[in-house]
């Protein structure tokens, strides 16, 4: 059965401190592997797509990268407007499977 | 370039009716995807449309049904509506012949149900 899992659930950062947000995946026919930041009453905004193990990808002040089992996303010296929910989603036969997210808070 | 739309963006309804729900695709967009998300939790895959057929259903009942129209844009539509169904309805477009991978969401539909 696929599952994907991430961890923090919540996460509390100072502005400029840096840290990772981990995405646990198995996930049959994998056919990548999407990020995607969701603010509240939103829909989710696309982020990145990884498609190979080792594969890496940056935006301003993230950068996302993969294994063949998990993928991380490094948020480096956040600001308050990085407050967000991030969720990660396995791509499998013509659908996407959600984390349930992490929500990041940001801090001045 | 006009993105994913969808309507209404807010609704409320008692269980037991049913709702339609719309979605205007991204330009050069032929592939639609609905997407469930309760509060607190992940969206969750309804199913997707392609050449104005159903191509792939996630867990849900068959009274969750759809619909896509030449142009690309397509509906949801729920029946016999139940309390459990209320949730942010995402629609989502892509290129199937691209495969970019890419899949860009609209804003959602908040559905209410009591």
């Known amino acids: 059965e696929d599952q994907v899992t991430q961890s923090p659930e919540a996460l509390r950062l100072q502005e400029g401190e840096s840290s990772s947000l981990n995405c646990s995946y198995t996930?049959?026919?994998?056919?990548?592997l999407f990020w995607y930041r969701q603010d509240p009453g939103k829909g989710p905004e696309f982020l990145f797509t990884l498609y190979s193990a080792g594969e890496e990808k940056e935006k301003e002040r993230l950068k996302a990268t993969l294994t063949k089992k998990e993928s991380f996303l490094h948020i480096t010296a956040p600001k308050p407007e990085d407050s967000a929910t991030y969720l990660c989603a396995p791509r499998g036969t013509d659908k996407l499977i959600f984390g349930t997210g992490t929500r990041l808070q940001v801090f001045p | 370039e006009t993105g994913v739309t969808q309507s209404p963006t807010h609704l409320i309804k008692t269980r037991g009716q049913q709702v339609t729900l719309r979605c205007s695709s991204q330009?050069?967009?032929?592939?639609v995807s609905w997407y469930q998300q309760a509060l607190g939790q992940g969206p969750q895959f309804i199913f997707q449309y392609y050449r104005e057929e159903e191509n792939g259903r996630g867990n849900f009942p068959p009274r969750f049904s759809g619909l896509q129209f030449p142009n690309y844009s397509s509906e949801l539509n729920v029946n016999a509506l139940e309390l459990d169904d209320s949730a942010l309805y995402l629609c989502a477009s892509r290129d199937r012949n691209r495969d970019t991978g890419e899949l860009f969401f609209g804003e959602g539909s908040r559905l209410t149900v009591l």
């Open positions: 996930v049959s026919g994998l056919r990548g």
């Open positions: 330009s050069g967009h032929n592939t």
